[in-house]
């Protein structure tokens, strides 16, 4: 030891053990585990931090004391410090299950979930098997809630007032959403996620026809929607996830007229239902403080083909989710045109159990897709941009509640032929709103 080193580690070992500090002093082993050990057991997770790290900084290092300064960097929250430590409790101890216990739960909460399970893959079935059973256990979620908009009442504000030959309109009314879903883990290094949603949007068609009628009707655009992704840790940083997504959709035409001139202008009165389908994937590498990834995928919409690339990096400055921010860069290109977005996240712990989010979407979201196609905007309405924030509120290591509110800021148009008959599609601007509330419930 450095005569520094020796002078810390004699102060401290003098002021917790009350004995007189005379300057000089020798250090052994048994006085490090009696002081760990005694502060362990009073629960003085600063101190023994302090003095269990100055001890193996300077050449004291066995299975103990790294348990017990692995425990204390757990309970300071200090997650990343505390799986350094109990890694090496491990190697000293040959997976003891509580050592093993511990450095699984911290590579838990510092989001190293591929080390987690890569680490219950090499213990010994039955501690392995009793610590990781809600890693075996499926993964339930749900989400629902309505949306709403003030589409109608900008159309009236900004609709063409000049007479002309012919007009046509869609407009947004509200939505209802409905999303249920389960991750099964197979084995430690396979998972399985499937989900199935309802999304029923109410909207108004409004024709009118110079001279021959003018018509209007409310009618809905139905889907549904199945999702898979299976996931493969390939090692403790890799990872990669498949996906896949089909959506049915039905639309209904809600106009008819007696005159045969009208309704083929108008089209026929039948229900249209198609599918549209994405496909794609990512590959992720993850560290204590940084994830990136990279996908692709392709992306079905009525009658046009997409490709989506995407890049996120998800920082966690401190090792944990205390404080967290995302980035994500979209390019969204089809046969004809190029379309950048960008997200941008920030979370972190609000109160306890609580944590809160801010997001801000830059770039038109119509016929792109997210968090690896968990969601897929199929619509040919534009989305300039979107707003929003969550709070989640982990009840405990199994339970989560989560609520989000978003705002779409998204341009409407008006089909209008002026008495030149030359077409124009006018636009302007208008919200839509949404509240989601969601549960995940890891069964165990």
């Excluded at 409790?89 to 399970?117: C, H, I, P």
């Excluded at 989000?404 to 998204?410: E, N, T």
Aim: glycine share 6%.
């Amino acid at each position: 030891m450095t005569f520094k080193s020796l002078f810390k580690i004699c102060l401290i070992s003098s002021l917790l053990l009350h004995l007189p500090f005379t300057g000089k002093c020798g250090i052994t082993i048994n006085d490090i585990e009696s002081l760990t050990l005694r502060l362990y057991n009073e629960q003085k997770w600063d101190s023994l931090l302090m003095v269990g790290e100055n001890a193996i900084e300077n050449g004291v290092d066995y299975f103990y004391l790294r348990v017990r300064v692995g425990r204390a960097a757990f309970e300071n929250k200090r997650y990343v410090r505390a799986t350094r430590h109990l890694k090496k409790a491990v190697e000293f101890g040959g997976y003891d299950e509580y050592a093993s216990y511990l450095l699984y739960k911290s590579f838990q909460y510092s989001s190293q979930t591929n080390e987690s399970r890569l680490l219950l893959s090499k213990m010994p079935e039955q501690p392995a098997h009793a610590m990781g059973r809600s890693e075996r256990m499926p993964l339930l979620y749900l989400e629902t809630g309505p949306a709403f908009t003030n589409h109608p009442e900008q159309y009236e504000l900004n609709k063409q007032t000049d007479p002309g030959l012919y007009s046509e309109v869609y407009l947004n009314r509200n939505s209802q959403y409905l999303l249920a879903g389960i991750a099964q883990p197979i084995k430690y290094r396979f998972g399985i996620q499937a989900a199935f949603a309802r999304l029923n949007f109410n909207k108004t068609r409004m024709v009118n026809i110079n001279g021959l009628d003018t018509l209007q009707g409310n009618y809905s655009v139905s889907e549904w929607e199945a999702y898979l992704s299976p996931s493969f840790i390939i090692s403790k940083h890799f990872s990669i996830t498949p996906a896949f997504r089909i959506i049915n959709v039905r639309v209904d035409n809600p106009l008819t007229s007696n005159d045969s001139l009208v309704q083929r202008l108008i089209g026929p009165s039948v229900e249209l239902n198609y599918n549209d389908y994405a496909a794609g994937g990512e590959f992720s590498f993850s560290s204590p403080y940084v994830t990136v990834s990279a996908g692709a995928w392709f992306i079905h919409s009525g009658e046009w083909d997409f490709t989506q690339a995407s890049g996120t990096v998800f920082l966690r400055p401190f090792g944990n989710l205390n404080l967290y921010t995302s980035t994500t860069l979209n390019i969204l290109s089809s046969d004809t045109d190029s379309e950048y977005i960008l997200h941008q996240m920030i979370g972190g712990r609000i109160f306890r159990k609580l944590w809160g989010e801010a997001f801000y979407t830059w770039g038109n979201l119509a016929n792109s897709a997210e968090q690896n196609l968990q969601v897929v905007y199929n619509s040919f309405e534009k989305v300039e941009s979107r707003a929003g924030s969550r709070l989640i509120l982990n009840v405990n290591d199994y339970l989560k509640l989560s609520l989000r509110y978003q705002i779409f800021f998204r341009e409407g148009t008006e089909l209008f032929y002026g008495m030149d008959a030359v077409p124009g599609i006018y636009s302007y601007h208008y919200i839509n709103q949404s509240i989601t509330g969601g549960i995940t419930w890891n069964l165990h």
